[in-house]
């Protein structure tokens, strides 16, 4: 399995054509057939052009969460955290050409929480992956979700978005709480977990980035 620190801008494309073809053709990833072989080329079209990834109206983006459905899957700390939710429909976003920000909220105890978000006809949408329900996120008041791994009463103190129509993201994991989250491709190695701290990281080939 190779390294996904090393993969170049281009040869992360190259993987998503791929994915975008086995979509398409309903064959396994990587598929060389004439068939998947043509989509490829297909996609490839003017190499020069970035993938194309495209807004949802809000009724699209809840339609994707519907058929997705992140939820099924149960909060195992470690192991299963938020992070992870967030992280699957994320790839299936990419997947299906759909703009998706993966979310990284800092609380004020310096607690963390991942969801996802959409810009969409009634404007940026935010849905938590543990319910699939929209929720308003605001600096300076709690998170409306009663969850698993998410502070009570504890006030917003930041939030970043990462969209994966930026083909320079990679994702990185904590060895320690298991912490999920994107980076620039061209971050240094001076990087922390932002749920503990801790600097012991590893990079991650789960999913697609």
């Not at 170049?8 to 791929?18: D, G, I, K, T, V």
């Not at 998706?100 to 938590?128: M, R």
Request: charged content about 25%; overall charge negative.
């Amino acid at each position: 399995m190779s390294d996904p620190n090393s993969l170049s801008a281009q040869e992360r494309q190259a993987r998503l054509r791929s994915l975008f073809a086995a979509a398409n053709t309903g064959h396994h990833i990587g598929c060389t057939c004439p068939e998947c072989a043509k989509e490829v080329k297909r996609q490839e079209g003017d190499t020069r052009k970035p993938m194309q990834f495209r807004d949802p109206l809000l009724l699209t983006a809840k339609l994707f969460l519907s058929e997705i459905r992140s939820w099924r899957e149960n909060y195992q700390y470690p192991h299963y955290v938020c992070t992870h939710f967030a992280k699957v429909l994320f790839d299936a976003a990419t997947v299906r050409r759909i703009r998706c920000g993966y979310v990284t909220i800092q609380f004020e105890n310096k607690e963390a929480h991942a969801i996802v978000a959409f810009e969409t006809d009634y404007g940026l949408a935010y849905f938590e992956p543990q319910t699939g329900n929209q929720e308003h996120v605001q600096k300076g008041k709690p998170y409306g979700g009663t969850l698993d791994g998410v502070p009570l009463n504890c006030p917003v103190e930041n939030i970043d978005i990462d969209w994966n129509d930026r083909m320079n993201l990679r994702f990185v994991s904590c060895k320690r709480d298991g912490y999920l989250w994107p980076i620039d491709y061209d971050d240094s190695y001076s990087i922390s977990c932002p749920l503990c701290g801790s600097k012991e990281i590893i990079f991650t080939e789960q999913g697609v980035l």
